[in-house]
């Protein structure tokens, strides 16, 4: 699995969100969804590594693109 090192949950929200992705719900998780993918971020900073390119891997984007929208 690719990793994404060192991202904050909000810059990952950002970044989704430029993706076409919209926020669901929030609670001790983020849950965005863009109608066919939904991803789940952890709030907490930094999001591990995997984490973050298990997040990008479900929301349909590689890891170069995810890098490019943050």
């Known amino acids: ?5 060192g991202v904050n949950h909000q810059d990952a ?5 430029k993706a076409g ?7 001790k998780h ?7 993918h939904i991803v789940t ?10 984490t973050m390119g298990g997040i990008a ?3 349909g984007l590689t890891v170069e693109a995810f890098k490019k929208l943050l």
């Open 1 to 5: 699995m690719p990793k994404i090192p």
């Open 13 to 17: 929200i950002r970044a989704l969100e």
């Open 21 to 27: 992705f919209h926020i669901a719900r929030q609670g």
């Open 30 to 36: 983020t849950v965005m969804s863009d109608g066919v």
């Open 41 to 50: 971020i952890p709030r907490h900073n930094p999001v591990n590594a995997f």
């Open 57 to 59: 891997r479900d929301a």
